[in-house]
């Protein structure tokens, strides 16, 4: 007992204090290791204090820690690594080899390269942002990508929001605040947990009216319900989900012409929305922006970052008197868009005015309509590259796999793939995921029966050269 108690006090005794630690890590700057050369002081005192913290409390807690571990080289090395750790940036790049394209959790949409040179400008220089240069007025930020808008969708006005939640949210609150909103059962959507149509109906202040079944509605089941408070008939393109078997929505012109007879606009939350028709590359078909302005409807909201393929915003498109007057509502203010995503919607949009431009320069598009064989050349690639440096710790192969468009939009749809697999012999599938997922270049994969998956679908040519890297360090000879 008491013998132990003076190993514990001996061990103590050896943490030296924080000002011996720091001039060890002053002294030992050795030109290759990042630790303490131009470090802001506070974090090298906050990586010290907190690495001998870490020593005592192990030592106070009775584990058996050897005196080694209390060496000058060990807390050294130790300090530097919780110093490389707090150096290293929160926001940091992956690369996803899940096959899910518009995969939310890692960022949404990949921005083209013209695109990122035009937010490094945004970015460091001063802008007409809402300045008119031609009459050196005040002008609406709103403008520098309306007419575009209106060019690719056909639609009479247009404006942008940070989001398509405050798309929704901002419309309902122009149009239907204290009013009735007619909404069908089958469309009262969840898209990932912190955005429920319900929810934000609550918000705006309208109140909604359900009608109809989960599984049909029809016009009549709208047309009963409509009365003086009546504001707006609400259609949700259910994109995250499907209704399958007996069931039966109202098409959107049926609405609209229901909205005509009563004189109640017509709007419609389309989610995803595509400015293309990508059912030629073997897709299901989704209505086009185009397609649902064209029926006449009165408001279109849809994302930037889902099938557009741009940064996160949400864009509003409509008849002009109602895209007028919400303009107008003092909450867009609130939920205006920054520069960068005004020049980064900018630049995205204009390469839809050709669409072979489009397909193969926006990220998002090229990676849902890669071809197999550019799919399977990329694999042979990556398997050249990796396969005999990492073959004592791990068996790669050629695998075909399915890809997913993510973000909500077309849930059942699978897309053909190529991937790599990655069988690791020693370790078990869940500590690879884990090492790919902690290495210095996270690589963020997915787990198939056992087996685990990188999807060349999600993954650009460039990042090949990074994740052959990653593999070898993690699986390699060395590794
Ligand atoms: C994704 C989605 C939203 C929310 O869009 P964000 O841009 O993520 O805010 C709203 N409605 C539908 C139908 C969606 O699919």
């Given at each position: 007992m008491n013998s132990q108690k003076n190993t514990k006090q001996d061990l103590l005794r050896l943490i030296p204090n924080v000002d011996e630690v720091l001039k060890w890590l002053t002294e030992n700057?050795?030109?290759?290791?990042?630790?303490?050369?131009?470090?802001?002081r506070r974090l090298v005192l906050q990586a010290i204090r907190d690495s001998l913290e870490e020593q005592r409390a192990v030592i106070l807690a009775g584990e058996k820690i050897a005196?080694?571990?209390?060496?000058r080289e060990v807390i050294v090395a130790r300090c530097r690594e919780k110093l490389a750790q707090m150096l290293r940036p929160n926001f940091r790049t992956v690369i996803?080899?899940?096959?899910?394209?518009?995969?939310t959790n890692l960022g949404r949409s990949v921005l083209p390269e013209q695109t990122m040179q035009t937010l490094l400008r945004a970015g460091s220089c001063y802008s007409n942002l809402e300045m008119d240069l031609s009459t050196g007025k005040r002008g609406s930020r709103y403008s520098l990508v309306e007419e575009i808008l209106c060019d690719l969708t056909g639609a009479e006005a247009g404006l942008v929001v940070n989001n398509n939640a405050a798309a929704v949210l901002l419309v309902l609150d122009t149009l239907a605040k204290e009013k009735e909103v007619i909404v069908s059962r089958g469309q009262l959507v969840e898209i990932g947990?912190?955005?429920r149509i319900p929810d934000v109906m609550a918000r705006s202040g309208a109140k909604l009216v359900e009608v109809g079944a989960t599984n049909r509605t029809h016009l009549k089941d709208y047309e009963d319900v409509i009365n003086e408070e009546t504001s707006l008939l609400l259609k949700v393109?259910?994109?995250?989900y499907k209704i399958i078997g007996f069931t039966s929505e109202v098409p959107l012109p049926d609405l609209v012409a229901l909205g005509a007879k009563h004189g109640l606009p017509v709007m419609e939350?389309?989610?995803?929305?595509?400015?293309?028709?990508?059912?030629?590359?073997?897709?299901q078909k989704e209505p086009t922006v185009g397609e649902v302005v064209g029926s006449g409807v009165d408001v279109v909201t849809f994302s930037g970052?889902?099938?557009?393929?741009?940064?996160?915003a949400g864009i509003i498109v409509g008849k002009k008197t109602i895209i007028d007057t919400i303009k107008k509502n003092p909450l867009n203010r609130a939920l205006r868009i920054d520069k960068f995503t005004l020049a980064g919607l900018e630049s995205i949009l204009r390469f839809y005015y050709d669409e072979q431009q489009a397909l193969q320069n926006v990220p998002t598009l090229a990676m849902l309509t890669a071809t197999k064989e550019v799919l399977k050349r990329r694999a042979e690639k990556l398997l050249r590259r990796v396969r005999k440096k990492i073959e004592k710790k791990c068996t790669a192969s050629l695998a075909k796999t399915a890809s997913k468009v993510g973000?909500?939009?077309?849930?059942?749809q699978d897309i053909a793939s190529w991937a790599v697999s990655l069988l690791p012999i020693d370790r078990t599938v869940a500590e690879l995921e884990r090492n790919l997922r902690l290495a210095e270049n996270p690589v963020i994969g997915r787990i198939e029966n056992d087996i685990f998956i990188l999807d060349m679908?999600?993954?650009?040519?460039?990042e090949i050269a990074l994740l052959s890297e990653s593999l070898c360090g993690l699986l390699g000879e060395n590794g």
């Amino acid at each position: 007992m008491n013998s132990q108690k003076n190993t514990k006090q001996d061990l103590l005794r050896l943490i030296p204090n924080v000002d011996e630690v720091l001039k060890w890590l002053t002294e030992n700057v050795d030109g290759e290791n990042i630790a303490s050369a131009d470090a802001p002081r506070r974090l090298v005192l906050q990586a010290i204090r907190d690495s001998l913290e870490e020593q005592r409390a192990v030592i106070l807690a009775g584990e058996k820690i050897a005196r080694e571990a209390l060496s000058r080289e060990v807390i050294v090395a130790r300090c530097r690594e919780k110093l490389a750790q707090m150096l290293r940036p929160n926001f940091r790049t992956v690369i996803n080899a899940t096959g899910v394209v518009i995969h939310t959790n890692l960022g949404r949409s990949v921005l083209p390269e013209q695109t990122m040179q035009t937010l490094l400008r945004a970015g460091s220089c001063y802008s007409n942002l809402e300045m008119d240069l031609s009459t050196g007025k005040r002008g609406s930020r709103y403008s520098l990508v309306e007419e575009i808008l209106c060019d690719l969708t056909g639609a009479e006005a247009g404006l942008v929001v940070n989001n398509n939640a405050a798309a929704v949210l901002l419309v309902l609150d122009t149009l239907a605040k204290e009013k009735e909103v007619i909404v069908s059962r089958g469309q009262l959507v969840e898209i990932g947990g912190s955005f429920r149509i319900p929810d934000v109906m609550a918000r705006s202040g309208a109140k909604l009216v359900e009608v109809g079944a989960t599984n049909r509605t029809h016009l009549k089941d709208y047309e009963d319900v409509i009365n003086e408070e009546t504001s707006l008939l609400l259609k949700v393109h259910t994109s995250n989900y499907k209704i399958i078997g007996f069931t039966s929505e109202v098409p959107l012109p049926d609405l609209v012409a229901l909205g005509a007879k009563h004189g109640l606009p017509v709007m419609e939350d389309l989610g995803s929305g595509c400015l293309l028709d990508l059912s030629a590359f073997g897709l299901q078909k989704e209505p086009t922006v185009g397609e649902v302005v064209g029926s006449g409807v009165d408001v279109v909201t849809f994302s930037g970052d889902k099938l557009l393929g741009g940064p996160q915003a949400g864009i509003i498109v409509g008849k002009k008197t109602i895209i007028d007057t919400i303009k107008k509502n003092p909450l867009n203010r609130a939920l205006r868009i920054d520069k960068f995503t005004l020049a980064g919607l900018e630049s995205i949009l204009r390469f839809y005015y050709d669409e072979q431009q489009a397909l193969q320069n926006v990220p998002t598009l090229a990676m849902l309509t890669a071809t197999k064989e550019v799919l399977k050349r990329r694999a042979e690639k990556l398997l050249r590259r990796v396969r005999k440096k990492i073959e004592k710790k791990c068996t790669a192969s050629l695998a075909k796999t399915a890809s997913k468009v993510g973000g909500g939009a077309l849930p059942e749809q699978d897309i053909a793939s190529w991937a790599v697999s990655l069988l690791p012999i020693d370790r078990t599938v869940a500590e690879l995921e884990r090492n790919l997922r902690l290495a210095e270049n996270p690589v963020i994969g997915r787990i198939e029966n056992d087996i685990f998956i990188l999807d060349m679908r999600t993954i650009q040519d460039r990042e090949i050269a990074l994740l052959s890297e990653s593999l070898c360090g993690l699986l390699g000879e060395n590794g």
